[in-house]
């Protein structure tokens, strides 16, 4: 079912330079800068939120009480884990009350990512980033930026539907199949690809994120 379109629209800005960015930030270059104006979804959603070795500041302004070891993460590596009701604990009044500390993972936290891969961030308990990516708006001031936004698009329906032509398991929530289309969208800037099977699509799309995670 098509989802409704929203009553307001938010400026994403160019898709091409956004998609370099984050494609930096994914190898841990460059933080994302996102215009979040005061949406306030990623704090309210019900997400845990990753504490590295050098977020430092952060930690010393958290509450222990709030912080977890962070099984399958590394060594150091913590998690602040959310309120029962969704909302992270370090939110008050509606606004985060360590903002000028958070730590790196909520610089790095774009939702725009959803929108360029298409697709909402989650279900119910994620209702206002999905309001939120339902309202980005990018544009396309040179036609690469258009057609780069389609292979993004493409890549993540491709891994997304086509999960029984990957050898290995992939990514099957809507972050992990977003980060996993803006690693490998080339494959999909490729018009050839029309003419591949589903299994030489896949290994090339594998491939490319191979590739990616080695380029750091």
């Known amino acids: 079912?098509?989802?409704?379109?929203?009553?307001?629209?938010?400026?994403?800005?160019?898709?091409?330079?956004?998609?370099?960015?984050?494609?930096?930030?994914?190898?841990?270059?460059?933080?994302?800068?996102?215009?979040?104006?005061?949406?306030?979804?990623?704090?309210?959603?019900?997400?845990?939120?990753?504490?590295?070795?050098?977020?430092q500041r952060a930690a010393a302004r958290i509450p222990a009480t709030f912080i977890v070891n962070a099984p399958g993460f590394a060594q150091g590596h913590l998690t602040v884990r959310p309120l029962s009701s969704g909302l992270c604990p370090m939110l008050e009044g509606g606004r985060c009350s360590i903002y000028a500390d958070r730590p790196q993972t909520c610089l790095d936290y774009d939702c725009r990512i959803f929108a360029a891969a298409g697709m909402d961030a989650g279900g119910e308990d994620k209702a206002v980033i999905n309001q939120r990516v339902r309202e980005w708006r990018f544009s396309y001031p040179e036609p690469m930026d258009r057609r780069e936004h389609e292979a993004v698009r493409a890549a993540a329906a491709f891994i997304r539907d086509r999960r029984d032509s990957f050898s290995v398991r992939v990514p099957a929530g809507p972050m992990g199949i977003a980060v996993f289309a803006i690693k490998s969208y080339e494959v999909f800037l490729d018009p050839a690809v029309v003419n591949k099977n589903g299994a030489e699509v896949a290994r090339a799309v594998l491939e490319a994120v191979r590739n990616f995670d080695t380029s750091a």
């Open 1 to 55: 079912m098509a989802q409704p379109l929203p009553e307001s629209t938010v400026a994403a800005g160019p898709f091409s330079a956004w998609l370099r960015r984050m494609r930096r930030s994914l190898l841990g270059k460059e933080g994302m800068d996102v215009p979040c104006g005061d949406c306030v979804g990623c704090c309210v959603s019900g997400y845990s939120l990753q504490l590295r070795p050098e977020d």
